[in-house]
């Protein structure tokens, strides 16, 4: 029998307290394939184009085929997915002609990068030809690639959360490849923000809180409505975004860089959610207040802010500003008054 301190270190449980899959040595596997079903639903379904012949839109994701999961072996994840996916598009000319068609791709997989992925876009045979066909060809297709690369980065971010466990100095270390190539995958997520993956460090972080002012031309209630309002909130971020507003409803928007939780909803009048930045440490939420003040024919919006990060203060505020507050003003002609 080995003395104590000498004994193989991968099984020296003094690294975790729980004594839990110390080091993250142990086989252990996640199934991904029914997130992934409604995740690839959602990046997909409202994805917009638009030019001087008219605009598309992807209304309907008619097939989701297929399987994903992820392994962690030695701490390092390996990836399995493989997709034949199919779509409707439906698009809009100037002249206010309606048409439909779909989409088809056949080969989202571990195996091929973003850039040879197949996408195929054509119009239903009994649909005249159109313009817009070629749009949803072009910059539709380049559209459903970044979404697509979106699932690829929120499947190597977001659903592996929990999978590497932190050591004894409290860093989880991440080691990913997949099924067939040992490589980093390309394919980055677009957006606004940074889009580092998230840390899970499994330790406490350095938080802090803060309040911003605002005020909208506009009613408290009108106000109240836009963040809750899916329709509303995809017309002020200008992207496809899920909002279930209601009290444990879950929202997702900026592309999926910004994502959280209703907490309490007090019609007209106050708004808190568990919210947070996909870049954030895993499963680390701000928790976000919103209360609506009626100031006669404006609405003063008080936001407070508690548990942000103390190295993404800035970015928070600043997000808020532009993403929210500017957009807002700038979409519904609510005034543009700051304080």
């Not at 975004?241 to 997702?252: H, I, P």
């Not at 440490?281 to 024919?297: G, K, N, V």
């Amino acid at each position: 029998m080995a003395k104590w301190g000498e004994g193989d270190p991968r099984w020296i449980v003094e690294e975790r307290a729980d004594a839990t899959n110390v080091n993250n040595w142990h086989w252990t596997e996640r199934d991904a394939t029914n997130w992934s079903s409604d995740k690839l639903k959602s990046l997909l379904l409202g994805l917009n184009v638009e030019n001087d012949e008219g605009r598309c839109e992807v209304t309907e994701v008619s097939k989701v085929e297929g399987e994903a999961s992820i392994n962690n072996r030695k701490g390092k994840l390996i990836f399995f997915y493989e997709w034949n996916l199919k779509a409707t598009w439906t698009g809009k000319s100037k002249a206010g002609v309606k048409y439909k068609g779909t989409i088809e791709v056949p080969n989202l997989s571990d195996e091929n990068d973003m850039e040879d992925l197949d996408i195929s876009v054509s119009l239903n045979k009994d649909e005249p030809d159109t313009p817009l066909t070629n749009l949803m060809r072009t910059k539709g297709a380049e559209k459903i690639r970044e979404a697509l690369g979106s699932y690829v980065g929120f499947l190597k971010t977001e659903f592996t959360q929990g999978m590497i466990l932190p050591t004894a100095n409290g860093m989880a270390k991440l080691q990913s490849t997949s099924q067939s190539k040992a490589k980093v995958d390309k394919t980055q997520i677009s957006s606004s923000g940074s889009t580092a993956a998230p840390i899970n460090t499994g330790v406490k972080i350095p938080t802090c809180k803060f309040s911003m002012r605002e005020t909208f031309l506009t009613s408290p209630p009108d106000l109240y409505r836009v963040f809750l309002n899916q329709e509303m909130v995809q017309a002020f971020t200008h992207g496809p975004a899920t909002v279930d507003g209601e009290r444990g409803g879950k929202f997702r928007l900026l592309e999926g860089n910004v994502f959280g939780e209703f907490m309490e909803l007090v019609p007209d009048e106050k708004i808190v959610m568990k919210w947070r930045y996909n870049n954030w440490p895993c499963e680390h939420y701000a928790t976000i207040t919103m209360t609506f003040l009626d100031r006669s024919s404006e609405t003063e919006l008080k936001v407070e802010c508690r548990g942000v990060p103390d190295s993404e203060e800035e970015q928070t505020k600043e997000g808020w500003k532009r993403y929210y507050f500017g957009a807002i003003k700038q979409t519904f002609g609510y005034g543009a008054r700051l304080f």
